[in-house]
Structure formats: C-alpha cells, structure tokens
C-alpha cells in the first residue's frame, strides 16, 4: 500500500483508482447489478425466484410470497409463505440471499413506489470485466473554489437517463464556484449523504469518455474553500449496469472545454468498450 504521507500526487491517484476497479467487482459493486425492477402489482420478477408485490398499507418495502423450495433467505430465515422484505427507506431496511451469490435489496422511489435490485457477484458485467480507462493524472485540473451556502438551501431539477425528460428536485446545500482560463464556473452539486455529488459533463462526452458524464464527490473545507481535484471523477453507475437510473448534468454543469481528468469508460478484457 502506498504511504499517502510521502507518495506523489501521481502514486496516490493510482492507489486510488486500483481501489476503484476493486470496488466495482465486488459483490454489490456497480457491474453486480442486474435487475432493477419495479413493482406496481403482484407479479414475478425475472431471473428470481418467489411473487412480489407492493405492500397493501403502503409501508416500507414489498410482500414476498414463496415456497420453502424457493430456497429465499430474508433476514437470515428461510421464505414459506409471505414476508414483507423491507426497503432502504427503513430503520431497518431487509437484507435477501436468494442463492450463493445473488442477493437483492428493496429500493423505494421518492413517489412511494418500490423495486427489488438484484445483484449476482458472478455476473457477466463482472466476467467481462477489463479496466477502467483514465486520463494520465492531471495537475491542472484540481481546482480550488468557493462553496457559498445558502441559507435554508435550495433545490436543483436533475433529469435521470430513464425518466423521459422528467426531473426530481434534488438538495443543492451552497453555491461551487471558481474560475479557471479566464472562465467564471458557478456549479451545482446536490447532497450524496455526508458528501456533494457534482454532477457534470464536458466535450470529452461521446468522444474519448463515457457519453452521459461523470460524477466528482466533494467536501467543502471549514474555510470556505473546496478542492475540486477532477483526477479523481468517476462514471456513473450506469456506464457498468444498464439497471441503474443515473442523474443527468444540469445545463449549469455543462463544461465547453475538455476535462482531460479522471475515468474515461469502462473497457472489455480485450480493451473493447462494456457498453
């Protein structure tokens, strides 16, 4: 392991990213996920077993109906009738085995609505996986800015990439700005639990990084300040799954120039694009 506390810029970013392709392999990594589907009624959900549906008194999660030979684990007890498989928006959201590998958790929209998540530690995205393509580590591209909060807060509309153009106003705590070439940014990043997410786009899109953007996670620093170092923006989830719904730059978050920084796409083991 590298020691951060004499290493260059250039060998802690390389830690970095080798933790990055880690991480996306993993058991409920990003290229572990293959289904993501909602459930308005009861129905089957495909490539598991039992039936699903929403929770008659619209509480947190879904009913489970299965048979012991089903052979579903939800808490650690073995399925034989009907359970309530509780979602994340719980204290104590429900964790589901349904066999060596395949586990799944319940996700709640902020209508209300559920899906089950399914996710397969020997999954074809991670049987296919090569790399992460990156940008050579950049200097010119960590930045520090301004973050201004507002009071009271305020909220910014982001489209996802499956909503057919709808937004969902998200959290935007404070105001990032900073100038760099002469150019005045003002950005927007919404609250990602204890962290900012900014997420932007610039004229690598579609051209040498992934087309929908990327995501950089940020903290503001007691002072006022904040490090935008974008050596270190990642792709969206949804460049390793297709079952992921990742939000859309906000026009304010749209770069003209290019971002030579950071993931690039997500490569075959024979170097072609996953996706």
Known sequence: MTDTTTATPEQVFATYHERRELAVVQPKGNLALVNTQWVDSEQKIYGVPGVWAPVPDGGSGLVLRAEASDNIIVDGVLVDGEVVVRGKDSDAPSEIVFSDGVTGFVIASEEGSYALRVWDANSEGIQEFGSIDVFPYNPEWVITGTFTEIEGGTTVGFEHLKDDGKTRDLAVPGEITFTKDGVDYNLAAFKAGRAL????????????????????????????????????????????????????????????VKIEAGEKNVLKKDGTLLH
């Open 197 to 256: 997410q900014l997420v932007y786009a610039d004229a690598t899109n579609n051209d040498t990084t992934y087309g929908v953007g990327r995501f950089l996670f940020l903290a503001p620093n007691p002072d006022g300040s904040i490090t935008l170092d974008f050596n270190r923006a990642v792709l969206p989830p949804c460049a390793f799954s297709y079952n992921f719904n990742c939000p859309l730059p906000p026009k304010q978050n749209r770069f003209a």
